[in-house]
């Protein structure tokens, strides 16, 4: 059976859109894929074609490709990442998890740490959360806003209007110099969530990825849901959309976000440099000395 089409573009947020994610975005949607064995083959299909276009992406080295994650815990982030991106070349491939600050990052701005880890030309990066914790936890606890050393007309109440207007010029900046922004939220139900917590205490071998501290901000979920959707409304652009993914099935999540990286890659029209006519002439001047050999 053929594989089947994905609309990606029912999963971009419209820019200064208003939404809900309870409302808008279904956690369980599967498009008409009934199960993970049907996706099988079109998610290998589309891994085998981003290693073709991560080839072409070093060898151009005109763009790079800047690619974001975000999520509640549990969502599968992590595992997203290790699927979709498993076919490509770990040479030309970065990955970034975003922790709390350090004492260094605290004495500079909230963008300097996501400067410092920005993918040179022909590369592949990817951010496993990003800056915009600085509009997510941030929000949400206030006292890690406190900890952020500003001064003090620089947390008024006009701060996360302001940040999501850094952000945007931020972004448009990076992709104004090549590198294309792709964002994901990762849309995991609380139900869910909660599924997967329970799995990692009672599976032995998942007990490594499990923490109190993810059960805890559960009571937070409503306030991080208004945060999120405030985020996109601001947040995504025409030049930088937000694709919000549905994330309670993973080999679903996996899927899409595979076949939106295609997509995006497929609309900078990679080509492979064309050698000048000088360039030419010294090939065939290797060549014909590699043939003269004995």
Known sequence: MSALKISTRQFMVSPDTKIKLERDFDPAYTSDYLDKSQAFGKLEQDIQQLAQYQDILYAQNT??????????????????????MSGLNPQGCQVFSFKAPSAEELDHDYLWRSFKALPERGRIGIFNRSYYEEVLVARVHPEVLDRQQLPPDAKGKGIWKQRFREINHFEQYLVDNGIIVVKFFLNVSKKEQKKRFLERITNPEKNWKFSLN????????????????????????????????????KWFTRLTVASI??????????????????????????????????
């Not at 763009?63 to 699927?83: C, E, N, R, S």
């Not at 059960?215 to 694709?243: G, L, N």
Request: with cysteine.
């Open 63 to 84: 763009y790079a490709l800047l690619v974001i994650f975000q999520a509640m815990d549990a969502a599968g982030k992590d595992g997203t990442i290790k699927h979709v």
């Open 214 to 249: 993810d059960v805890q901000e559960r009571q937070y979920w409503d306030d991080y849901m208004h945060a999120y959707e405030e985020m996109f409304r601001y947040t995504s652009t025409e030049y930088a959309p937000w694709y919000i993914i549905p994330a309670d099935h």
């Open 261 to 294: 990286l295609c997509d995006r890659m497929k609309q900078l029209n990679l080509k492979y440099p064309i050698l000048s006519d000088d360039q030419q002439k010294h090939l065939k001047s290797a060549q014909a000395m590699l043939e003269a050999e004995p």
